[in-house]
């Protein structure tokens, strides 16, 4: 593979769906309610991302069962008060490098463009570094209109004295120049551990913003079950740290075969 490609295995006629991307970030604030969308409102994949620009390893799950590093594409119809469509980006990685996040996200962008998207929400986290009692939600957007609107659902807007990081806001940038508006909704978060308060924060104005109806009993479940997941993925690049750092003409056998 020398290049980003999406493995559509299923057609689906969506009418101007509005995307969603939540990929892993600060706290997993977003994964953790994507994936918690996708599971309550029975959303179906009907694509996946695989890129070169992934970091170098695959998970290993139960029974020995291996997992690639991949981007999914979830879909919704008639979903909410509104009746509208979804496209429900998760996955279990981002590019490693600022090209390979430049590559992979206008794909999706192309990719999602296809089916007449014109709003996305990107959601993710907003690192304190301490512990957070209550969590604000946090957000930026990329007009005037949509900013304004977000103040109406207690959202704080983000202020001019940082940017946003990785696919949440590279996407929102690539999707302006194909008319597609956006918004980041951003959990706070201490950033040190899977944040199941500051994702039921991101959720519950995610929630009324969109019109869904989603009981978030079980979003602590789901953090648990993404903690052991990050676990796993932790050591992994522990152990490609260790290589890396190898003596020159050192041999490392565990990158054989």
Not at 36 to 45: F, N, P, V
Not at 145 to 171: F, H, P, Q, W
Not at 190 to 216: M, N, R
């Amino acid at each position: 593979m020398n290049k980003t490609i999406i493995n559509q295995f299923k057609d689906v006629d969506l009418d101007e769906p509005i995307f969603i991307e939540a990929l892993p970030g600060i706290g997993h604030v977003g994964k953790l309610v994507a994936e918690h969308l996708i599971h309550e409102l029975e959303a179906e994949m009907f694509a996946e991302l695989y890129s070169p620009s992934f970091p170098p390893q695959v998970f290993v799950g139960e029974n020995g069962i291996i997992e690639p590093m991949k981007n999914e594409f979830y879909y919704l119809k008639s979903a909410g008060e509104d009746k509208r469509d979804y496209i429900i980006l998760v996955g279990n990685t981002q590019g490693l490098s600022p090209e390979g996040q430049y590559e992979i996200c206008g794909v999706i962008i192309d990719f999602v463009k296809k089916y007449g998207v014109k709003q996305m929400f990107t959601l993710g986290g907003l690192g304190t570094g301490q512990p957070v009692d209550n969590p604000k939600v946090y957000g930026a957007a990329t007009n005037t209109e949509l900013a304004e609107s977000l103040k109406e659902y207690e959202v704080t807007l983000r202020s001019a004295d940082g940017g946003i990081i990785g696919a949440s806001g590279l996407l929102l940038g690539l999707g302006m120049a194909e008319s597609i508006e956006g918004a980041c909704l951003m959990g706070e978060t201490p950033g040190y551990f899977i944040d199941a308060d500051a994702s039921k924060a991101v959720l519950t104005i995610l929630l009324q913003i969109l019109k869904l109806e989603v009981d978030v009993a079980k979003l602590e479940e789901r953090a648990e079950e993404t903690r052991k997941m990050i676990s796993k993925a932790q050591q992994m690049e522990r152990e490609i740290a260790e290589g890396m750092r190898l003596a020159p003409g050192e041999e490392d056998l565990r990158y054989i075969g």
